[in-house]
């Protein structure tokens, strides 16, 4: 914290040398000419003089100058240059230019030059930022929302070539998954609804609130050294460009979700609604709890009316209960404005957005499957399947304020964000057993409540220093966050053969969970840039800070409950009735009973928290013409520490160092101009994954829809009765070389095709595998070293080549191929050497998890120009990636892979009015009714279902007016 207030403290009289007020600013926007679209990364240069400027993202352009008289040359690949004369400034005033237009050209390319800034922008603007960026990037800008009509991150995020996305909220980049990927907020990291993931849940973000979205695919040492699939940071829009109102609408029907008399919940409070819900559901007592032994040898007495003050409070609803389903829901609205004064502008974004999802999984399956103690026998054996219906609502209550003030030099940002998210579930399942003694058939019921809430505030500022060559850009930002399941209800009865119901140790005690989880992140960051010439080219030299804390306080506290000698009818209800609770009528050997595992010590409660500091040092030069180099070396010291202890008490820890390094991360960019229509780009960079604080930790925490338990890395995996250690509880950090290789090519407006190759090589990489010695868990764990080697190519073309009728069509297509492995470690080797089916052979690598083999994006666009067309967008995009390991398999479980998810998605908007104030849209999702599946798989064996959901097409509409 202390190293925090420094860099701020320094941030602050940095800008303190900030000046001058004799200079003036000229402001404008640029547009196409033909079809209105604003235009980023466009060079403006003032004639003369070593002056000038490049569009943000909205195309506006601000450049100080002394006063006096000028001339503007404006410059764009494509397009005709533009001069515009005789701009006459004045001290501390700013002089706005009209809209300037610029028209598309005959020839294909025009020469620009891109900055070296690492924004993004539109459609024709973001190959030419492509093309000059000294690292590979892509992403998408608020003009293409407006223009698409995308609601939010996650549906715009579709549209980036070689991204994918999982459940529509968690990114994918080539293949690889959400532990090597990270997310970003305004370049600072920020937790997300899930802090447990790298990735920030995409969807949560209204586009409203969003400036851009940048992605970045190789490393450099002014980037956080934690990812490797790809960076996404996220913008946030701190103020209007001009002054906008606005309110969107929007609706969704899914029949496999929606009007569904059988659809399951149960009894909530209004709150819930609101995204508010935990408080309905308090937990019963946190103190004075006494054991139900004690209260037996005194039924009388003080702890036993105290016992029965306890078992009084519990909501006595265990029972799912069936309900009419209604179509989502959604209501956004947005008010800004920009108001320019003598000398500066000062501006402000507030945006709230409400959202409301129902989703029904009728024939929801989930299974565990095994191999025969017979090697001869191929096929695998069921342990366990529980198969039912679910019902999920979910709501999303968002709000932010931004506010930027600008001056002719410097540029400030305020962003004030909260999120609140409240997800309920009910389900019903038929439950069978035939696994370890136990064999039996039931049903369940399950009902859970999650309410998450994020709040942020973000301070940002950039300055252009007395040197004009030297700027200053600072950052800070503090977070809370926090998960709550409150009263997670699981009750399970066992069916025999005589019609009975019975609760016990084969069926498993129902029990009353509540999980608590509070998380406070900050961040700080300075860069300071020198803008110079080497070799009579132009060259920049980086420096830069950045420090983060984070601390996290997690527990879980459950109630086993007993239901003693009481007939059972079959509705969980009865369970916390009145009548039925102990002791019943009187008797005190029977009825409705708790016990206390969190009392007096609780297992499974913990403290953790991280520091980190890094430091980095980037120099980008050009020897000749052509070449760029990027060189930089980062340095980050990373301290993660954890108080907390295992089930048994044997290991202890009190504010204990887990996990410590000093990592260095050189990185390395050239990019060489064969022509100005190609580059080739080679790249290296080392970096890094970590454990999150739940994979480094001794935590046991139940997903009770699945029945799946997740058990942290801090824990041994061992059989010591025969002597083999599956895991010895050391979990370390992955440390990852990245080599990267592409050609691309840039054939005219709007058009790409590329070709990439990339290795990366991994060092103690970490997956999530099945435990060894307890059935239906998985643990983090670092496996064999492992390598990816990888294919990409990407095209993006306009049709109108085919026929002038396909003018207006575009055609994008992203194929990533992907070879991965991993070495066995021996434990691993020996385990599947040893579990073995008749004539299988055993090879010494087997495939990454997470890492898909194949990926496929493409899409079609239509952009409609005239008549009924005009501001008419339509697009259908495809997204498929292969055959995925999810889990590794070890002794008698097999392998776990994911099964291919076709997703076809359409998505169509119309802009309208005099003003194209209205906005029409109309989405469908999941078009080929696909289901989302994973299955066990073994040698010579038919799959078996791990999971499958089936998801049902989905239709969206929208209406937003801007007035």
């Known amino acids: 914290m202390k190293l925090h207030l420094l860099f701020i403290t320094f941030i602050f009289v940095g800008t303190s040398f900030v000046m001058n007020a004799q200079q003036g600013f000229i402001t404008g926007q640029i547009t196409d000419g033909t079809t209105g679209e604003l235009l980023p990364g466009v060079r403006v240069m003032v004639k003369n003089h070593k002056i000038g400027a490049y569009s943000d993202l909205d195309g506006g352009i601000s450049i100080a100058v002394e006063q006096g008289i000028y001339d503007l040359q404006v410059t764009y690949m494509g397009y005709d240059t533009l001069i515009v004369n005789a701009i006459e400034v004045k001290p501390e005033q700013t002089t706005a230019l009209d809209l300037l237009q610029i028209q598309s050209e005959a020839s294909d390319f025009e020469e620009v030059v891109i900055s070296a800034n690492r924004k993004t922008n539109t459609e024709n603007a973001i190959l030419s930022l492509k093309q000059k960026s000294s690292n590979m990037i892509d992403g998408m800008s608020s003009a293409k929302f407006k223009k698409t009509g995308d609601s939010d991150a996650g549906a715009a995020m579709r549209r980036i070539p070689g991204v994918s996305l999982s459940d529509g909220k968690y990114i994918f980049i080539r293949g690889i998954g959400d532990r090597y990927s990270k997310t970003l907020l305004n370049g600072l990291e920020v937790p997300g609804l899930d802090p447990d993931r790298n990735t ?43 002054s906008t109102r606005s309110i969107a609408m929007s609706t969704a029907f899914n029949p496999n979700y929606h009007f569904k008399d059988n659809y399951l919940t149960y009894e909530k409070s209004g709150a819930d609604a609101l995204a508010f819900g935990k408080n309905s559901r308090e937990i019963p007592a946190e103190n004075n709890i ?44 947005n008010v800004g404005d920009l108001f320019k004064k003598k000398g500066y502008t000062i501006g402000y974004n507030f945006n709230v957005s409400y959202k409301n999802e129902t989703k029904f999984y009728e024939d929801a399956l989930f299974s565990r499957y095994g191999l025969s103690n017979d090697r001869n026998e191929t096929s695998m054996e069921m342990r366990e399947i529980q198969e039912g219906n679910y019902g999920e609502n979910n709501v999303l209550l968002s709000g932010m304020l931004g506010l930027t003030l600008n001056t002719a030099k410097s540029k ?5 964000l909260h999120l609140q998210n409240g997800t309920s579930t009910a389900g019903i399942f038929d439950y069978d057993k035939t696994d370890q003694g136990a064999v039996f058939s039931g049903f369940q019921h399950n009902l859970e409540y999650a309410e998450r809430a994020l709040s942020t505030v973000i301070v940002s500022g950039s300055h252009k220093l007395t040197n004009k060559n030297l700027e200053l850009d600072w950052a800070s930002s503090t977070s809370l966050s926090s998960i709550d399941n409150p009263d997670i209800r699981f009750t399970r009865y066992e069916e025999r053969n005589d019609g009975s119901f019975n609760i016990g140790t084969e069926s498993g005690f129902p029990e009353r969970i509540w999980r608590e989880l509070d998380e406070i992140n900050t961040s700080a960051k300075v860069d300071l840039k020198k803008n110079l010439k080497l070799f009579g080219n132009e060259a920049q030299f980086k ?9 996290r306080e997690f527990k879980i506290r459950s109630f086993s409950i007993n239901v003693r000698n009481v007939e059972l009818t079959g509705d969980p209800n009865e369970l916390f009735a009145e009548e039925n609770l102990w002791p019943y009528n009187g008797d005190i050997s029977k009825g409705t009973t708790f016990e206390t595992p969190f009392i007096p010590v609780n297992p499974n409660q913990f403290e ?79 970096t890094t994954a970590r454990p999150s604080f739940k994979e480094l930790s001794y935590s046991e925490i139940l997903d ?9 890395g801090l824990f041994r995996d061992a059989n010591d009765v025969s002597g083999v250690e599956y895991w010895d509880g050391n979990l370390q950090s992955t440390s990852i070389h990245n080599f990267d290789l592409r050609w691309e090519m840039f054939h005219g407006r709007g058009q790409t095709f590329s070709i990439s190759g990339f290795y990366k090589m991994f060092e103690n990489p970490i997956e999530v595998v099945q435990f060894a010695t307890q059935s239906g868990a998985f643990q983090p ?20 080549f085919l026929s002038k009728n396909l003018d207006n069509f ?15 470690s021996s434990t691993e080797y020996e385990s599947r050497v040893n579990n073995a089916r008749a004539g299988q052979e055993i090879e010494e690598y087997r495939d990454m998890a997470g890492q898909a083999p194949w990926i496929v994006n493409g899409g079609i666009e239509y952009t409609g120009e005239t008549g009924f067309g005009e501001n008419l967008n339509i697009g259908v995009y495809y997204n498929v990636q292969g055959e995925t390991l999810l889990f590794s398999g070890i002794t008698d479980r097999p392998d776990i892979y994911t099964v291919p998810f076709h997703g076809v998605n359409m998505n169509i908007s119309k802009r309208f009015g005099k003003k194209d104030q209205f906005n029409a849209g109309i989405m469908f999702k999941n078009i080929l009714n696909s289901k989302k599946e994973a299955v066990f798989k073994s040698f010579e064996a038919e799959d078996e279902h791990f999971f499958s959901l089936r998801q049902g097409t989905t239709m969206s509409l929208k209406m937003s007016w801007n007035f």
């Open 200 to 242: 920030v849940q995409m969807d949560i973000f209204p586009t409203k609130m969003i400036d851009n979205i940048v992605v970045y695919k190789s490393a450099s040492a002014d980037l956080p050294a934690d990812f490797t699939g790809g960076l996404i940071d996220i913008s946030l829009n701190s103020a209007a460009t001009e």
């Open 781 to 800: 764990r670092n496996v064999g070293d492992g390598t990816v080697l990888g294919l990409e190519f990407e095209a993006r073309q306009l049709l109108g």
């Open 290 to 333: 006494p054991f139900f032994a004690e209260t037996i040898a005194n039924p009388d007495g003080a702890k036993a009316k105290r016992y029965q003050q306890i078992l009084g409070s519990f909501d006595p609803t265990l029972a799912a209960m069936e309900s009419n389903s209604l179509m989502d829901m959604g209501i956004d609205a």
């Open 543 to 551: 420096i830069g800070a950045m420090q983060s804390y984070k601390k």
């Open 704 to 712: 009770p829809i699945t029945g799946r338990t997740f058990i942290g």
């Open 810 to 824: 575009a055609f994008a297509m992203n194929v990533t191929l992907t070879q991965s492995q991993i070495e066995l």
């Open 608 to 686: 953790s928290s991280v520091s980190s500091t890094g430091f980095y040092g980037l120099t980008e030069i050009s020897p000749v013409k052509q070449l760029k180099i990027i060189l930089g070396l980062r340095t980050e010291i990373y301290s993660q520490r954890y108080t907390g202890r295992d089930q048994l008490g044997t290991n202890v820890l009190n504010d204990d160092v887990v996990l410590e390094e000093l990592g260095l991360f050189p990185s390395m960019n050239l990019v060489y101009s064969v022509s100005e229509k190609q580059n080739i780009r080679i790249s290296y960079g080392k």
């Open 412 to 416: 400030y940002n305020f962003n004030l």
